[in-house]
């Protein structure tokens, strides 16, 4: 967790959302995959995995005055953090999340957490309910996909961090080839009922935490706040088709409600009974 997300949203609607002062979302940037990303980057995508490139808010000074102001850009950045001093980017996949109870301490996340601090924009994010009851094929709990929004409509700002990665074998640094942009997602315990879906959750801030987070100059010990457990009601979370479970799959579908008929010892998340047999 979180692993698959919908970032559903055109780069327009987020600059106009997030405030952003630089959309840079059009600029070419290194990708870490072997085939061109489908959708395109910076195009509505359903079924956002890792290693995509997405969109991310983010705030830094203008490059030719490093002293003022930090101004709001929107980026595509790769989905799996690729710290600076890694010797290649192979490791990202795995760095998809980082959790809350140790971001602060772990080496990979810590320099960032201190000035590079990120939104990463979403309709909401997938998770996948091993059923109490029901066995797949292999004779595994049955896993059921369920999608989580915010109830009130809003983008879900999830809490990320990113970091630029060095391609030593490029000579010029000016080559947009040369660096690898890339962000991950921090996460906390789910918290009551959501964790009838998954034990953990991305940690989505609010429009008025936005600034404080994304400013630069404001250090680790005093953005930690923003990252407490918060009080439960801002999400819904229901369960949709099996499709998305294929990052293969794309389009609005995916966040169709699945039919009762299909559900097979799923348990709902509000109540805790358990829907199918």
């Known amino acids: 967790?979180?692993?698959?997300?919908?970032?559903?949203?055109?780069?327009?609607?987020?600059?106009?959302?997030?405030?952003?002062?630089?959309?840079?979302?059009?600029?070419?940037?290194?990708?870490?995959l072997a085939a061109p990303q489908d959708p395109p980057p910076g195009r509505p995508d359903h079924n956002m995995a890792p290693t995509k490139q997405a969109p991310v808010v983010l705030a830094r000074p203008p490059r030719e005055d490093r002293l003022a102001p930090a101004r709001r850009q929107l980026r595509l950045l790769t989905w799996g953090l690729v710290p600076s001093w890694s010797k290649d980017p192979r490791g990202g996949a795995r760095m998809i999340n980082a959790r809350v109870e140790s971001v602060a301490d772990k080496p990979a996340f810590a320099r960032a957490l201190a000035s590079r601090r990120c939104l990463v924009p979403a309709h909401g994010w997938y998770e996948w309910q091993a059923s109490p009851t029901a066995l797949d094929a292999r004779g595994k709990p049955r896993k059921q996909p369920f999608f989580t929004t915010r109830v009130d409509g809003a983008s879900t700002a999830m809490a990320g961090l990113y970091e630029f990665w060095r391609d030593p074998a490029v000579a010029d640094p000016d080559d947009p080839l040369a660096?690898?942009?890339?962000?991950?997602?921090?996460?906390?315990?789910?918290?009551?009922?959501?964790?009838?879906?998954?034990?953990?959750?991305?940690?989505?801030?609010?429009?008025?935490?936005?600034?404080?987070?994304l400013d630069p100059a404001t250090g680790a010990a005093d953005v930690l706040g923003l990252?407490?457990?918060?009080?439960?009601?801002?999400?819904?979370?229901?369960?949709?088709?099996?499709?998305?479970?294929?990052?293969?799959?794309?389009?609005?579908?995916?966040?169709?409600?699945?039919?009762?008929?299909d559900l097979v010892g799923v348990v709902d998340p509000v109540t805790g009974e358990v829907i199918g047999t």
Do not use: K
């Open 179 to 213: 660096w690898l942009s890339t962000f991950t997602v921090i996460t906390g315990p789910a918290e009551p009922g959501l964790d009838r879906i998954h034990d953990r959750q991305p940690l989505v801030l609010e429009r008025e935490e936005w600034a404080h987070w």
């Open 1 to 32: 967790m979180c692993g698959r997300y919908a970032a559903t949203a055109n780069p327009d609607e987020l600059v106009e959302e997030f405030g952003v002062d630089d959309d840079r979302s059009g600029q070419p940037g290194r990708s870490v």
């Open 227 to 261: 990252l407490e457990r918060r009080p439960p009601g801002r999400f819904t979370a229901y369960p949709v088709s099996t499709a998305v479970s294929s990052n293969r799959s794309n389009g609005p579908h995916l966040l169709d409600p699945a039919p009762v008929d």
